[in-house]
């Protein structure tokens, strides 16, 4: 051994001795998550966020609300902060506000709802019970869901913006329809965000959409980033392969959500969990090192080999 | 079309598996014991309609009509709802069946019990184990998620198929038997996409 490559041995074993005398909680608040830009802000976005399909749609439970609340805290103490949700999802926006409330609604939160239905009245009326489910005066970002009424929602909610009341409007489909349509109203209309299924077994985004959304300077949220669960599910049992640690993947979830969110067009993807021990993980992908294109390939050309 | 077909059952339910049955978990914590009371109402059921007159049948029907009043007012509205908006569908699906079986009465004369037969056979059984087999068991499931007749809808729409089973058939057990029908459907296409 050189004398220099000994001195940094010693430099890393002193290092590696004081993180490992610290307690984990302290490292994770010290590192701080990726973020990404809004193009139209500039605004800081964490890459990973928390969807809310099916996992927060829990009634008035009061035991499966606080175990919500719980992950809802975990989220928040691992450094995340766009919470998305939709009047479609049964009793999750009131579940979602339940947990803020009860966590005194935490700084990082980027409020992301959803308009759905068909009458651009009703739609209004939409809002305003959105927000006394979530408790906020103030939306981060409204979406027309599944693109239903999209004309007339769209008029409300620029309106909603340019008089203060909502800082970032989107559209939203999922897997894989309606991308004509979308590509139609990126094109004419001056949107904030778009919300797509993209996940490495879902690339159909990836030909037109994600482009344009860079040329058009729109944040994409990527909603099914593990498939509905399905990816990790096939997964689950196989070996991570070793060079997964050169861009620090501890499990398959940051395998699949690193993936994801190191597309350059995409800003966020929103994993949905009802397990604490699932959110960890998720949040993990929000931290080290990202892949970059080739490894990106490569991750592909692996899991097509499993 | 092209857009329907990418959708799979899975898409249409707003829940887990493991949140309905906690749904079915506090319906049944904290509405006990009257499980005991519809568990009563099933056996005298299985002795009015084995030993049937004209009386008798009308307060089968009577009961068969407060079941899916309770179903539909008590586990959709109150319990199934708050997880799935469309409850308030089927909701209707059980109250509009037992508004069917409380005006059954002005066409009881159009029922009538069949004396024998296989068919009754099969539709005593059916109902029996509806009402007195915790099928629940087979699925996995605990004793806090046991429904009986009168109580889940599972058990009440296939109880009353097989009553109507021991019905000779015509246009009017068809009626009855339709609500009983579409439930099990999507009942079943429910299961399915849970699992």
Same mark, same amino acid.
């Given at each position: 051994m050189q004398r220099r490559e000994f001195l940094e041995f010693i430099a890393l074993s002193a290092a590696s001795a004081v993180l490992a005398s610290r307690p984990y909680h302290a490292v994770i608040a010290q590192e701080q !998550?990726?973020?990404?830009?809004? !193009?139209?802000?500039?605004?800081?976005? !964490? +890459?990973?966020g928390m969807g809310t399909w099916i996992t927060f749609n829990v009634g008035t439970s009061e035991k499966l609300r606080s175990s919500r609340t719980d992950i809802t805290r975990e989220f928040f103490h691992r450094g995340g902060g766009l919470i998305d949700s939709s009047p479609m999802y049964g009793s999750s926006e009131a579940v979602v506000g339940h947990a803020l409330s009860n966590l005194n609604f935490p700084k990082t939160l980027f409020s992301a709802t959803k308009v759905w239905t068909s009458s651009e009245k009703e739609g209004r009326e939409q809002i305003q019970e959105s927000r006394k489910l979530w408790k906020v005066n103030v939306f981060d970002l409204l979406q027309v869901h599944n693109l239903e009424g999209w004309e007339g929602h769209l008029r409300t909610l620029f309106k909603m913006k340019e008089k203060g009341e909502l800082r970032y409007v989107? +559209?939203?489909t999922s897997h894989g329809r309606r991308h004509d349509e979308v590509e139609k109203i990126m094109r004419q209309? !001056?949107?904030?965000?778009?919300?797509?299924?993209?996940n490495m077994r879902d690339r159909a985004v990836e030909g037109r959409l994600l482009g344009l959304a860079q040329d058009r300077g729109i944040a994409v949220i990527a909603n099914r980033p593990l498939d509905g669960g399905d990816l990790t599910r096939r997964l689950e049992g196989k070996p991570l392969p070793s060079w997964a640690r050169d861009v620090d993947c501890q499990n398959w979830a940051q395998f699949l959500l690193k993936w994801v969110v190191s597309h350059p067009a995409i800003t966020c993807a929103i994993p949905a969990t009802s397990k604490i021990e699932h959110m960890r993980e998720n949040m993990g992908a929000s931290r080290g090192r990202m892949p970059d294109a080739a490894v990106r390939e490569k991750m592909i050309k692996h899991l097509a080999s499993l | 079309m092209e857009e329907w077909s990418t959708y799979r059952i899975r898409d249409f339910l707003l829940f887990s598996e493991e949140i309905l049955l906690e749904v079915v978990d506090a319906y049944n914590h904290d509405l006990w014991p009257w499980q005991i009371l519809w568990l009563g109402l099933a056996v005298l059921i299985l002795?009015?309609?084995l030993f049937p007159n004209r009386l008798r049948l009308r307060l089968v029907f009577g009961l068969l009509a407060a079941a899916w009043a309770w179903v539909g007012f008590v586990f959709?509205?109150?319990?199934?709802?708050?997880?799935?908006w469309a409850a308030r569908y089927s909701a209707g699906i059980f109250l509009a069946e037992s508004l069917l079986f409380a005006l059954s009465g002005?066409?009881?004369?159009k029922l009538q019990p069949d004396a024998s037969g296989p068919r009754r056979n099969l539709g005593l059984?059916?109902? &029996?184990?509806? &009402?007195?087999?915790?099928m629940e068991f087979v699925f996995g499931q605990n004793i806090s998620h046991i429904m009986v007749f009168g109580w889940g809808p599972d058990r009440t729409a296939l109880g009353t198929i097989g009553l109507l089973l021991t019905f000779r058939q015509g246009w009017w057990t @068809?009626?009855? @038997?339709?609500?009983a029908v579409i439930w099990c459907v999507l009942a079943l296409l429910m299961y399915y996409g849970l699992s």
């Open positions: !998550p990726i973020t990404k830009k809004i !193009p139209s802000t500039g605004a800081a976005l !964490p +890459v990973i989107g +559209v939203t209309q !001056p949107l904030d965000f778009i919300q797509i299924t993209y | 002795v009015l309609i959709h509205l109150q319990y199934f709802l708050p997880i799935n002005t066409f009881l004369d059984i059916i109902f &029996a184990l509806s &009402a007195f087999v915790p @068809m009626i009855l @038997m339709l609500p």
